[in-house]
């Protein structure tokens, strides 16, 4: 059943657009799977980062209450081994990498999830549900290791839409039953520097029972949303219905959303980006809107390369939306009330949110808000129009905007190049040592660069020539 006056989003489990309905308490929990702080946060596992953050924006400004909760798997393989690598204790390691987590998406200025938990922070809980789970027969202990009973749990394989008996499993079994069944503990292997006291010996926890834990402290059984990208539907999550729904809550979460994941070469068409792979690189090179703007102008269910032309395609979009506001800002006013900008004004918000509404459709937003722009560039193209109305527009699209975390768009920029201001510097050095021939020389060829110098008292300012 859809509601049409809720948002409605694409459940994986069910394979159809569900409606988005607060919890008992009213609020919508959503719990994103995060990422593993072995390294850097790569490019891709910025996406959900993206998409759920501003998902949050959303709802909260369509009057919702939102709890988002996002984890950090601090304990696990890979940190081990960077650690390693690098000769740095593997806690160690990890709180690094979670702090420079932290740091670069932070830059993205969308704010932070409203619970960040970590797995050493929820060993007490992760713990107790493992326990739960052998008491009730849906796992055991062998060798020190604990395994979960797959088979006994008789809805696995619904979520990726796989037959438990068609299911391959090649492994060695090791201590377990079943080779389908997976680790909830791990009893500690040489070579590992940190383990956690268990009441089936010292070890750490599997991937899959972190999340079940943490999603339960945080939002309680049967939460609104589980998220995260489409590659952690098979095991990851199948396994976290298996071990939660086995531990007493019917049901683990409403909708699962999944977004589509970046393709890096498979796009022949297109510049590839080379070695840029991790969000710090993408941010040294272009501002934090164009980042936002290449995520959200395709639908986080696409699969969606990672090209020089896709980020020159998201420069151009963020482009559009800075130049709109400068001719507000630079619009002769004066001219009359305009009834269809009014009504086009009016009606932005609403086109937004409807396209928002089915299945977060962010492309049919970015297509709305520029359906505004180009009705206000058809006026202003007609001559000036009244101030209070220009006004009016840039309101409500900077307020749309900021709700995609671009508002940033609407603040003027320094625009002067490096070797502009350089020479701009060099010529206030050579008047100051009265050498006008210099001083000349260096404002023709500022000139020459499209920007005209202009001397005061209190020193020279440079600004783009014509415009
Ligand atoms: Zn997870």
């Known amino acids: 059943m859809t509601d049409p006056d809720v948002p409605r989003l694409y459940s994986t489990l069910t394979r159809r657009n569900e409606s988005l309905v607060p919890g008992p308490d009213g609020t919508i929990g959503i719990y994103v799977c995060g990422p593993t702080v072995y390294a850097p946060i790569h490019i891709g596992n910025a996406r959900p980062f993206v998409v759920f953050m501003v998902l949050k924006r959303y709802l909260e400004r369509r009057g919702a209450r939102v709890r988002l909760v996002s984890n950090l798997t601090d304990v696990n393989d890979k940190i081990f081994a960077a650690a390693a690598a690098a000769g740095v204790a593997s806690t160690e ?38 326990e739960r789970l052998i008491e ?18 008789t809805r696995y394989g619904a979520l990726s839409g796989q037959r438990i008996d068609e299911m391959h499993a090649s492994e060695d079994t090791g201590p377990k039953e079943d080779a389908l069944d997976f680790a909830l503990w791990k009893a500690r292997k040489a070579g590992e520097d940190a383990a956690w006291d268990s009441p089936w010996g010292p070890g750490r926890p599997g991937w899959h029972i972190e999340c079940s834990a943490m999603a339960c402290d945080q939002l309680g ?45 498979g796009d022949k068409m297109s510049k590839s980006l080379g070695n840029v792979t991790t969000l710090r690189e993408v941010l040294e090179r272009w501002p934090q809107e164009v980042v936002i703007a290449f995520f959200l102008t395709s639908h986080y269910r696409s699969r969606l390369p990672f090209s020089e032309d896709r980020m020159a395609e998201a420069e151009a979009v963020c482009e559009r939306f800075r130049n709109t506001i400068r001719s507000i800002d630079r619009a002769a006013t ?32 970015f297509a709305a808000m520029f359906d505004l722009v180009r009705e206000l560039n058809a006026r202003l193209a007609a001559g000036p129009v009244d101030a209070a109305q220009l006004q009016e527009v840039r309101v409500r699209l900077v307020d749309l905007l900021d709700m995609f975390g671009l508002g940033g768009l609407a603040t003027p920029v320094d625009e002067t190049p490096r070797e502009v201001a350089e020479r701009v510097a060099e010529r206030e050095a050579a008047r100051a040592a009265r050498d006008f021939g210099r001083a000349d020389v260096l404002r023709a060829e500022i000139e020459a660069m499209g920007f005209e110098v202009v001397d005061t008292a209190e020193g020279s300012s440079v600004y783009p020539r014509g415009d």
């Open 93 to 130: 390691w990890a709180e690094r990498m979670a702090a420079g987590y932290v740091e670069d998406t932070d830059r993205l200025g969308l704010g932070r999830p409203d619970a960040e938990p970590t797995v050493v922070a929820s060993m007490a809980s992760i713990i107790a549900l493992i």
């Open 136 to 153: 009730s027969g849906a796992a055991y202990v062998a060798d020190g290791d604990v395994y979960f009973r797959v088979r006994r749990f």
């Open 221 to 265: 059984c049967d939460f609104q949303v589980h998220g995260g990208g489409i590659d952690l539907v098979f095991p990851h999550h199948e396994n976290e219905i298996a071990q939660t729904e086995s531990s007493g809550c019917h049901r683990m979460a409403g909708i699962w959303v999944h977004n589509e994941m970046l393709e890096f070469a």
């Open 334 to 365: 004066g001219g009359s009330h305009d009834v269809a900008l009014s009504r086009a004004t009016r009606m932005a918000q609403g086109l937004v949110f409807a396209a928002l509404d089915d299945d977060f459709g962010t492309p049919g937003a």
